[in-house]
T-cell receptor
Framework: AQRVTQPEKLLSVFKGAPVELKCNYS??????LFWYVQYSRQRLQLLLR??SRESIKGFTADLNKGETSFHLKKPFAQEEDSAMYYC????????????FGKGTKLSVIP | GAGVSQSPSNKVTEKGKDVELRCDPI?????LYWYRQSLGQGLEFLIY????????KSGLPSDRFSAERTGGSVSTLTIQRTQQEDSAVYLC?????????????FGPGTRLTVT
C-alpha cells in the first residue's frame, strides 16, 4: 500500500526566509509525486510534479528515491505563499488515484 | 475555460436521510475522481471513473456510498442513511485520459454536514 507522510502540520517562517516543506512516501513501485496547494477560499490546485522538473512560483521539489522523499523548497518566502500544501503520490498505472499526505499549513509572517 | 463544478456547495441534512452530490467535470476529461476531505482523515480517495465505468471503487467506505456517471460527463455521489461521520467536504476531480501525468483538476467541493 502507498503512503505519504508530511511530518509538519504547521510551519511558520518570516518573509524572505527559506522554506522547506517535508514529504516522505512509501510505495513498492515507481510513483509519480505531486505538490498540490490550497489558498484560502480557493480550490485545490496543482503546484508542481516531479516529472516536469520545473519551478513554479519559485518552488522546486526533487525526488530522492534513496530517501523516498519529495521535499518542497523555496529560497525566499513571500506572504502570498501562505496556504495549505499537500504532497501526493500517484501510481503510474491503473486508476492514477492520488494518495495525499495530511497537509502542511504554511504561514509566512510579514 | 470552465473548470470542474460541483453542486450544492453546502448541504445540511439530518442523520438517516439520503443525499446526492453532483460533479460536472471539465469537458473532454474522461477520468473522474471523488475524494473526501475530513478533519481527522485528510484527503481520501473514494472512487474513480473512466468514461461511465468505475474500475476502482476501493475507497468507498461502506455500501451506503455509491456513485454513477452518465454520458461520460456528469457524476453523482449518493450517500444513503447518512451518519454524522459522513460530515466532510466531498471533492471531485477530473483529468485527461492517460496523460501519464496524473494531473487532476479539482472542483470547489460540497461541504456536507449531517446533524
Amino acid at each position: 500500500a502507498q503512503r505519504v507522510t508530511q511530518p509538519e502540520k504547521l510551519l511558520s517562517v518570516f518573509k524572505g526566509a527559506p522554506v522547506e516543506l517535508k514529504c516522505n512516501y512509501s510505495y513498492s513501485g515507481s510513483p509519480e509525486l505531486f505538490w498540490y496547494v490550497q489558498y484560502s477560499r480557493q480550490r485545490l490546485q496543482l503546484l508542481l510534479r516531479h516529472i516536469s522538473r520545473e519551478s513554479i512560483k519559485g518552488f522546486t521539489a526533487d525526488l530522492n528515491k534513496g530517501e523516498t522523499s519529495f521535499h518542497l523548497k523555496k529560497p525566499f518566502a513571500q506572504e502570498e505563499d501562505s496556504a495549505m500544501y499537500y504532497c501526493a503520490l500517484s501510481r503510474k498505472a491503473g486508476s492514477y488515484q492520488l494518495t495525499f499526505g495530511k497537509g502542511t499549513k504554511l504561514s509566512v509572517i510579514p | 475555460g470552465a473548470g470542474v463544478s460541483q453542486s450544492p456547495s453546502n448541504k445540511v441534512t439530518e442523520k438517516g436521510k439520503d443525499v446526492e452530490l453532483r460533479c460536472d467535470p471539465i469537458s473532454g476529461h474522461t477520468a473522474l475522481y471523488w475524494y473526501r476531505q475530513s478533519l481527522g482523515q485528510g484527503l481520501e480517495f473514494l472512487i474513480y471513473f473512466q468514461g461511465n465505468s468505475a474500475p476502482d471503487k476501493s475507497g468507498l467506505p461502506s455500501d451506503r456510498f455509491s456513485a454513477e456517471r452518465t454520458g461520460g460527463s456528469v457524476s453523482t455521489l449518493t450517500i444513503q442513511r447518512t451518519q454524522q461521520e459522513d460530515s466532510a467536504v466531498y471533492l471531485c476531480a477530473s483529468s485527461l485520459e492517460r496523460t501519464g501525468s496524473g494531473e487532476q483538476y479539482f472542483g470547489p467541493g460540497t461541504r456536507l454536514t449531517v446533524t
